[in-house]
């Protein structure tokens, strides 16, 4: 039986539009009939624009060739990033309905290569810890995780084929593996920020879900980014348990060890790489880091609006207020210190393997999982991609990190299309 369009990869869909055997319009019916049969349960939406997105595949379905690499796919945007027509919430009660009149400078470079915005995706509260309305479309007593949790579930549901996430802790590569979709952190810096809400500048990294590692070379010619070319040997993999690797659950572990099994009986070369013990360090960087600059960010907001904070977003306020300069500036040395580390790595490996997640995603709404897997390549910059392989005791998808070089992102792209393939 042929798949319904919204199930279709964005690599799929875009071929059979290139070859006249599916038209934009029929990708975004499918769509929102997926939205509207689901919705209601999920709640991946904070806003809609379908009337706005049929006009648009029907321009595209009158063009004789496609416009660009994304030509007709429809796109979900997390909803601190600015859409012209549709309200930015940014998760908050203080921007409910807040309009801002123009495309951040990611969703004007995507509708240029072909896009069509679909919608707004639910965000956790400024992109923090607070959680959204969102459910796990694998199980919807359990959590999506946060932040980009809408645009993660509108994936993972076949609602939208890709969607725009950021990370300033976890914020893609979680929400990626606990809805079991390929999730892509770029190198801090690869992309343009401007008109996305800033939680804190030197952390906060542009990222995107999608079905396929094939995907995010697609999203990333957006970008004027070239494919790096495909392999021609078998990678060099590290593995890395990191130094929290007892925190991830004993089958999540068992999981990771599994796909180094698979990768090396591949013809891959694995073997382990051992953080520095210093690495110990890197979450509590990380987070002076990241609070600190979060009391920057949201300064004017604390100001008039403090009351329509949440607790989490309350504490997180207090925890950046008791970060000294001393303690923020031994937390940029820490990371610099832990790149030149790290830097050692890549005269070996060609890129790492390491948890995505402690496993599957948790039960219940509030707690949106827990970073730690996350955080301190963050903190370091570098391109994370999270792959589905396997499910968990409960049912739930579990997924394998793979981290590149920094600035190196689609070499990255080029292994785990291999990797993909591989564990498949």
């Known amino acids: 039986m042929a798949k319904s369009p919204n ?29 509207e049969a689901r919705e209601g349960q999920v709640h991946a939406w904070e806003a809609l624009d379908p009337d706005g997105a049929r006009k648009r595949a029907d321009i595209l379905d009158k ?46 470079r995507l509708v240029k290569a072909g896009a069509i915005v679909l919608g707004k995706a639910v965000t956790t509260e400024f992109a923090g810890g607070h959680a959204g309305k969102t459910h796990n479309p694998h199980n919807l007593r359990h959590t999506p995780a946060g932040s980009s949790s809408g645009s993660a579930a509108a994936v993972a549901d076949f609602m939208a084929p890709v969607g725009y996430g950021t990370q300033t802790a976890g914020s893609v590569i979680r929400p990626g593996a606990f809805n079991g979709v390929v999730a892509y952190k770029g190198s801090y810096g690869w992309a343009d920020m401007s ?15 999608a079905r396929e590692a094939n995907d995010l070379a697609l999203i990333r010619a957006a970008y004027g980014h070239a ?13 890395v348990r990191t130094p929290w690797w007892e925190v991830a659950e004993p089958y999540n572990r068992k999981n990771i060890e599994e796909a180094a099994r698979t990768l090396r009986r591949a013809g891959a070369r694995v073997r382990e790489w051992q953080a520095p013990d210093a690495w110990e360090g890197l979450m509590q960087a990380q987070h002076r880091i990241m609070t600190k600059e979060a009391t920057q ?19 997180v306020m207090a925890e950046g207020d008791a970060v000294n300069r001393r303690q923020y500036a031994d937390a940029k040395k820490r990371k610099r210190r832990a790149l030149a580390q790290l830097d050692e790595a890549w005269d070996k490996f060609d890129l790492l393997l390491a948890p995505s997640a402690k496993g599957e995603a948790p039960s219940g709404l509030g707690n949106t999982g827990d970073p730690i897997f996350n955080r301190f390549w963050t903190l ?12 968990g005791p409960f049912g739930l998808p579990l997924s394998v990190q793979l981290i ?21």
């Open 63 to 108: 063009r004789s060739r496609p416009v660009g690499p994304l030509h007709g796919i429809p796109l979900a945007v997390k909803d601190i990033i600015s859409t012209r027509t549709m309200p930015t919430t940014c998760g908050s009660a203080i921007y409910r309905d807040h309009v801002v009149g123009k495309d951040a400078d990611c969703v004007t």
């Open 227 to 239: 494919p790096a070319d495909p392999p021609t040997r078998p990678p060099r993999i590290g593995l």
């Open 297 to 315: 960010s949201y300064a004017k907001e604390r100001q008039r609006f403090s009351h329509l904070f949440s607790p989490i977003m309350h504490g």
């Open 404 to 424: 590149g070089p920094r600035d190196k992102d689609d070499q990255l792209i080029a292994w785990a299309r291999w990797v993909e393939r591989k564990l498949s």
């Open 7 to 35: 199930r279709l990869s964005a690599s799929e869909a875009v071929l059979r539009m290139a070859q006249k055997r599916l038209k934009a319009r029929h990708l975004v019916e499918a769509c929102l009939d997926r939205i």
């Open 195 to 209: 008109g996305i809400k800033a939680y804190a500048p030197t952390l906060d990294t542009l990222g995107f879900f």
């Open 380 to 391: 370091l910059g570098t391109p994370c991609i999270a792959l589905p392989f396997n499910t």
